[in-house]
């Protein structure tokens, strides 16, 4: 009976070309990993409304492997919140003091993420792609105006039954679009295998300083000043804003003066978001009253920037401020630390660029049902620069963020999320400002971390020799939680995620007095169901069975003509119909196929049978055991009897094959034993 079962599946498979589209599932077996496999698409739209199915991808910024149809993604608004750009201690959070921050209201969306599943490919030249379902979030994307920048991406997610590491997963550097995250997600077991996942430094950026000679206009008390003066020191980026001038893996980078990338300026000590202030100077006719820059903040708030040399006045960067909204389904990078003032020069990087601040940590977010092996997980922010002699230092980035949910083995994992130390420096024996720490950032986990995880803030950099911090102050510890629960991190879709189900073909073919309906569709899921339905006028259908994993179904022959059609159900309760097809069960062919000899000895067998249409087409297929087509020919049948000669039967191994004999309309088959 299986041996007939399978057959009558092969006839359909060969004679009518049905097809199954491949699950989007993750293949069962072990992938070994050595590369980052994501790609990083920045999104175009201005505006996403939550329950969006459409998003615009701009060209992929990081990574080779295009967007598949039921791909696993990951949606995360990078920057997005609105700081009070006034000249005055309120900047930042709006709250007279502290001069930094940002503003809690509607526009604050930073940190936001999901996870969605692509509907149709998308190259790595960007497109429109298309979700399975609406997205829960709104997202936005705005270059610099009126508030500082917006920015959302979209992560091709490397998605896993079984991973093992192989080698160092490292993030792509934040640009300003894309970049900063590492996203995995497993199955069943991840083998870190003694490896590393890191986006360290990899988050936002630091302000980078230039050597400036002073000029009018300035204030020893700016909060906010514009970058195109000739004193004072660079913001560093953040959730709010990316300055124009930034330190980006160790080169400056201009984004343009139309770029100041924070309402009322990029300069000076203000600390837009999580991001460190850059060092008001204490003399700004000259900038050579150097002060240091602010330590970019997470989970913990960073350090204030060292004071300015010989008049020693407080105007070093304010901290970079707390992410307050942070929780396990939403996080944001690490923010960059501020630059210090310098009129020098000093530092064995030119142009003053020694003095500039360090970049933050990135994210990365590890799902699987279980871990084992050790292995870290490290976002730590970067540590400032600690050439420069007499003029200020950068402030330190601040840790990153972490999500690892696992069924368990986390116990094996250090997790590192610490902020970067201040930037120090000689002052040739008097003191000039340094540079506040990073921040500390922040770590979930759903179970216990090794003893060695960290989300410690910074040290506050040094200057006369290591002698003092002048008032610098360090970056302040993060946040550290191991009793994550799943509703409390992003829903991912981890098996096989259901797609909608669109027929491409159905088919009914009349075989050994059975009628066999089959069909195509786009995209298949284990948990799909389909419906087989019949009916004798072609209007009103009754269900004659469900299939459930399978393309097909059998059902006895009845009336002379019969209508059939498949209705497919989904478990979201969604339906859909196939067109009607229809059988008329009276146009058979063939009949009373046979062979011979049987079994076959020689290099030639003849098939015998009977039609009764004149000068019809037909195809012979002869298939092995095993299901592969082996030989095909197209013949004309004769009306009556048809004799037609299977040749050259001594080139096939002894066996068993089948014989197929099929029109547009009906297939006949027999089975027959070679043996030599």
């Keep these: 009976m299986k041996f007939l079962f399978f057959f009558i599946f092969l006839l359909i498979a060969q004679c009518s070309g049905l097809k199954t ?6 293949v069962s077996g072990t992938t070994f990993l050595t590369t980052n496999p994501s790609t990083y698409y920045p999104a175009t739209d201005s505006v996403i409304n939550p329950g969006a199915k459409i998003i615009h991808l701009g ?14 993604l990951l949606l995360i608004q990078m920057q997005g919140a609105q700081i009070n750009s006034s000249n005055t201690t309120s900047y930042g959070d709006g709250i007279a003091g502290g001069a930094s921050g940002y503003l809690t209201n509607a526009s604050l969306k930073a940190g936001t993420m999901e996870y969605v599943v692509a509907t149709n490919t998308v190259p790595l030249t960007g497109g429109t792609l298309n979700l399975l ?16 920048q917006y920015r959302f991406q979209l992560v091709r997610v490397g998605l896993y039954y079984n991973l093992t590491l192989g080698a160092t997963i490292t993030a792509p550097a934040w640009n300003g679009t894309a970049g900063g995250v590492v996203v995995l997600s497993i199955t069943n077991t991840l083998n ?5 996942i890191s986006a360290a430094g990899l988050g936002f950026r630091g302000g980078a300083a230039r050597q400036l000679p002073g000029g009018n206009g300035g204030m020893n008390t700016d909060i906010v000043s514009t970058a195109n003066k000739n004193y004072h020191a660079s913001k560093g980026e953040g959730i709010a804003g990316t300055p124009r001038f930034v330190n980006n893996q160790g080169l400056i980078v201009d984004n343009g003066s139309a770029n100041e990338g924070y309402p009322n300026g990029s300069f000076a000590m203000g600390a837009p978001g ?20 602010g330590g970019g903040a997470n989970g913990g708030a960073g350090g204030r920037g060292g004071n300015s040399w010989n008049s020693n006045l407080p105007v070093g960067g304010a901290p970079g401020s707390v992410f307050a909204q942070q929780t396990a389904s939403r996080l944001v990078m690490g923010g960059g630390g501020g630059a210090g003032t310098t009129n020098n020069g000093t530092g064995n990087l030119s142009a003053g660029f020694s003095t500039s601040g360090a970049i933050g940590g990135g994210i990365v977010l590890v799902t699987a049902n279980a871990i084992i092996g050790t292995g870290t997980i490290d976002v730590s922010g970067e540590n400032a620069f600690i050439t420069v002699l007499n003029d200020g230092s950068g402030g330190g980035g601040a840790g990153g963020s972490i ?19 201040g930037g120090a420096n000689t002052g040739t024996g008097s003191p000039h400002g340094p540079g506040g720490g990073g921040g500390g950032g922040v770590i979930y986990s759903s179970g216990p971390l090794s003893a060695a995880s960290s989300v410690a803030g910074g040290a506050a950099g040094t200057t006369a020799f290591g002698t003092t911090n002048y008032n610098a102050s360090s970056g302040v510890s993060g946040l550290l939680a191991t009793n994550v629960t799943r509703s409390q991190v992003p829903n991912q879709f981890l098996y096989c995620s259901l797609l909608p ?10 075989v050994n007095d059975k009628a066999i309906i089959d069909w195509q569709v786009t995209t298949a899921s284990a948990n799909q169901r389909f419906l087989v339905e019949k009916s ?8 004659i069975g469900t299939v459930s994993n399978a393309f097909s179904f059998t059902a006895p022959a009845e009336a002379a003509v019969m209508y059939y059609r498949v209705r497919a159900l989904d478990i979201a309760g969604q339906t859909m119909i196939s067109p009607v097809v229809q059988l008329k069960q009276q146009s058979r062919p063939m009949v009373k196929l046979s062979i011979a000899p049987n079994p076959a000895t020689g290099d030639i067998a003849v098939l015998h049978f009977v039609s009764d249409r004149p000068s019809a087409s037909a195809r012979i297929n002869i298939i092995s055991s095993n299901g592969i087509l082996l030989r095909q020919q197209e013949v004309r049948l004769q009306m009556g009897i048809n004799n037609i000669q299977c040749e050259h039967l001594m080139t096939l191994p002894n066996g068993y094959y089948i014989v197929q004999v099929c029109n547009d309309q009906s297939v006949s088959q027999v089975k027959f034993l070679l043996q030599h």
């Design 21 to 26: 589209a491949a699950q989007n599932c993750p």
């Design 59 to 72: 060209a992929a910024g990081y990574g080779n492997t295009p967007i598949s149809t039921g791909e696993l």
């Design 133 to 148: 379902s609406g997205t829960v979030n709104g997202y936005k994307n705005q270059a610099f105006g009126a508030d500082g």
């Design 192 to 196: 870190f295998n003694g490896q590393t």
């Design 274 to 293: 999580n991001a460190g202030g850059g060092g008001t100077d204490g003399n700004p006719s000259a900038n050579d009253q150097n002060s240091g820059g």
């Design 403 to 421: 999500l690892l949910y696992a069924g368990n083995g986390t116990s094996n994992i250090t997790a590192l999320a610490k902020g970067g130390t």
């Design 501 to 510: 189900v669109n027929f491409i073909a159905v088919h009914a073919a009349a």
């Design 536 to 543: 004798e006028d072609g209007v009103n259908f009754v269900t």
